[in-house]
């Protein structure tokens, strides 16, 4: 792979940053996934502005403008001939030169991105969903901030695995927060589907965004409230989202069977017009 880092394209054996960095010793770096299908930027202008966002949120300063930020997208693209599949990007506050918890605001910021091509139409999860285990949400209180302080989701979906399921919904005071790295939703009887309200405690999904919209266009009436494990035990379907894997359905929690135990029909609806309005 040929990646991007701090205005040079490289090999990605000789893409090296410094032990010192920031990014490394404290996680003070923040970081976005775009996916990339049929050659394009998927919800390029969401991702670029929490990017911003996030960045801004800490004091870090973005190392280039918005028209260099869009070009390096399209030309690390291009360099992998990559024309499906996800770009992530990582903008960390840099090196001091020693380790301090103290930071000054003139630091230069380490930028770079990679590429990792996969497919994302063509999933098995796509069609026959995931289980989930519900799990502590344990993380701090700025869940808003897209930062790579990425231990908890990380082995809160091991703490999954061991149970047999294949990922994480994260649970704060009885309640789903989100699934370790996208966004819960539950389907009710009557086809309302559910997700959290933005909040410190959750991620502003770009996918969120766009999958509200195209719901409520296509007449699927949504509600933005917290729900409980027992919802989701007792929900006719479950979904995620996120920029990696769309709409993907959710077909247990905890060994409970959702629904019917099979992907649902709204879920897979949504997931059907996500691509479409997409593409
Ligand atoms: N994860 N919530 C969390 C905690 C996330 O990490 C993500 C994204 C989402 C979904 O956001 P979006 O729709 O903008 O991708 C929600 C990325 C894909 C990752 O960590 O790889």
Request: net charge negative.
């Amino acid at each position: 792979r040929i990646v991007y880092l701090n205005g040079e394209w490289l090999p990605e054996a000789e893409a090296k940053v410094s032990v010192f960095d920031r990014g490394y010793l404290f996680s003070d770096a923040i970081y976005e996934v775009t996916c990339v299908l049929d050659g394009k930027l998927l919800d390029y202008d969401g991702h670029s502005a929490r990017l911003k966002r996030s960045t801004g949120a800490i004091g870090i300063k973005m190392p280039v403008d918005d028209e260099t930020l869009l070009s390096l997208h399209r030309q690390i693209a291009e360099k992998n001939e990559m024309t499906e599949g996800l770009i992530y990007l990582q903008v960390s506050r840099g090196n001091p030169g020693d380790r301090d918890f103290m930071f000054t605001d003139d630091m230069t910021p380490t930028f770079f991105m990679f590429t990792q091509k996969k497919n994302v139409i063509e999933t098995k999860t796509g069609k026959n969903g995931i289980t989930v285990a519900s799990v502590e949400d344990l993380r701090w209180g700025r869940c808003d901030i897209k930062t790579t302080q990425l231990l908890y989701p990380s082995l809160a979906k091991m703490e999954a695995h061991e149970k047999g399921a294949d990922d994480a919904w994260l649970v704060r005071d009885g309640l789903v927060t989100e699934q370790s790295s996208a966004t819960a939703y539950i389907v009710t009887k009557d086809d309302v589907v559910i997700t959290r309200p933005l909040s410190h405690e959750i991620l502003p999904g770009i996918t969120r965004a766009s999958a509200l919209v195209i719901a409520e266009k296509n007449g699927i009436k949504v509600e933005e409230r917290a729900f409980s494990v027992d919802e989701v035990k007792a929900a006719k379907e479950a979904f995620y989202t996120s920029a990696s894997n769309f709409v993907t359905p959710v077909t247990a929690i905890d060994g409970h069977p959702i629904g019917d135990g099979k992907p649902g029909a709204l879920s897979l609806k949504l997931r059907d017009l996500y691509i479409e309005d997409r593409r």
